[in-house]
């Protein structure tokens, strides 16, 4: 069932930087008190540990003052934002990785966060999704804004019993609350998207803050969402990868079903960079891969190949590759063939616990990527891949003090001083 408005939805684009004062109005007076305090810049800690074994490495680059386990990371311009089950936010500046700012508030652990302009939007497992903002008065200050639904929205709807529904038994709420975590935001075209583990997808208008739809989109909790131009694709438990679209003035309607295994939760989707391969992340350590076939809502299995020896938590694709992050705590790395199979060119591993999210981008310096993990050790680590030299299929530089390659012949790690 889909629940949404009949206003008309407007493409809004928020071109502000996220960390640069903004001139514009706005109905939040900046003489209300900061939920957040200034933070000192620190150093990045640099651990140091002991070489490994031929097949294994650590990572020299560790970035530690999370509280609690790192759920999710964001990437916006030369800032990096991380959070955690300890309900904290740090904003980290790069090229140095210095805490630039820390931030947070609520009664639940961030579950996953994006940036849009100046702002931060982060979701709870209070079921809430909150806005926070960035201070004219200071850059590196954080302001809540406002928690969704706004208040706005909630008095225009709860007087009406139309507005409900049933979340379970003698439980009801409107139909723009979620009932449950939050456990993943996307977004695309002026739109946030929050996916839960009450089932539902519910599509928010950044502009005004108005939830516009709730769509019954699964029949277990939403662990993943990823938006590709205009197209929302939702993993969920129920093994199932759905795709969303809508017409210019339409609500989002079902384009497509991608069949996962019987029984095995999907925990992560990610899509390439042309729309045509989408990958999903399973708690049988399995990754799966479906090639568009023909007009959208045809798919074809292309790819199944067990990845890990436990469930796969969280994956990201960047160009030819994709990297999928483990509860065994390693890193696979993967290689896209033609016909969207995956090979894998090695296995990263320095995490002392299961790795929840990744992220990657432009290492700005020759080819490759750099490529950020958080894990349910508190800590994020960062890595900068190449495939450049000769035989080696993927080489990873430690904060360019020791290079790390596979050679694909004999399947090992080999060091390659710089």
């Known amino acids: 069932m889909v629940y949404s408005t009949n206003s008309h939805i407007s493409e809004t684009t928020v071109s502000t930087p996220l960390l640069s004062t903004t001139t514009s109005g706005s109905s939040d007076s900046d003489d209300s008190p900061p939920t957040s305090h200034r933070f000192a810049p620190k150093d990045v800690i640099y651990q140091f540990p002991t070489m490994p074994d031929s097949g294994s490495y650590r990572s020299l680059a560790v970035l530690p003052g ?8 964001a990437l916006c311009g030369e800032f990096i934002l991380s959070a955690s089950q300890g309900k904290d936010i740090i904003v980290w500046q790069q090229p140095d990785l210095r805490q630039f700012a820390k931030f947070g508030q609520g009664d639940g652990s ?21 806005v926070w903002k960035v201070s004219r008065n200071s850059e590196n200050i954080f302001r809540l804004v406002a928690t969704l639904p706004t ?10 019993q139309k507005n409900y529904v049933q979340t379970r038994r003698h439980h009801r709420h ?60 939702s993993a969920s438990a129920d093994g199932k990868i759905k795709v969303w679209g809508k017409e210019e003035k339409s ?27 989408v990958y999903g992340g399973g708690s049988d350590g399995c990754v799966m891969g479906w090639e568009e076939d023909g007009e959208l809502g045809n798919w074809k299995l292309v790819c199944e190949i067990k990845a890990h020896q436990m469930a796969v938590l969280c994956m990201c ?45 432009p290492s700005g310096v020759g080819t490759g990527f750099l490529l950020y993990s ?26 360019i003090t020791r290079i790390w390659g596979v050679n694909r012949e004999k399947a090992l790690w080999k060091s390659y001083w710089s």
């Open 110 to 130: 961030v579950k996953a966060l994006v940036t849009v302009g100046n702002q931060v939007f982060t979701a709870h497992q209070d079921s809430r999704i909150r």
């Open 317 to 361: 694709i960047m160009e030819d590759f994709v990297c999928s992050g483990s509860a065994d705590k390693s890193i696979g790395m993967w290689k896209r063939e033609v016909g969207g199979g995956l090979c894998n060119v090695g296995v990263i591993r320095g995490h002392e616990g299961p790795v929840k999210c990744l992220q990657a981008s």
């Open 251 to 277: 609500s989002h309607c079902l384009k497509g079903v991608l069949e996962g295994h019987k029984d095995v939760s999907l925990n992560s989707v990610i899509v390439s960079e042309d729309g045509r391969l």
């Open 374 to 399: 958080g894990g349910l050790d508190k800590s994020i680590r960062r890595l900068r891949a190449f495939a450049v030299l000769p035989s080696i299929d993927l080489v990873v530089i430690e904060e």
């Open 174 to 233: 409107l139909w723009i609350e979620h009932a449950d975590s939050i456990s993943c935001l996307a977004i695309c075209n002026g739109m946030i998207y929050s996916g839960s583990w009450d089932k539902t997808l519910k599509v928010w208008r950044v502009s005004d803050l108005k939830c516009l739809e709730s769509i019954k989109a699964h029949d277990d909790a939403i662990n993943g969402l990823v938006t590709h131009k205009g197209i929302v694709y």
């Open 66 to 73: 999370h509280v609690g386990s790192v759920s999710c990371l």
């Open 151 to 160: 208040t706005k929205d909630y008095l225009t709807k709860f007087m009406k």
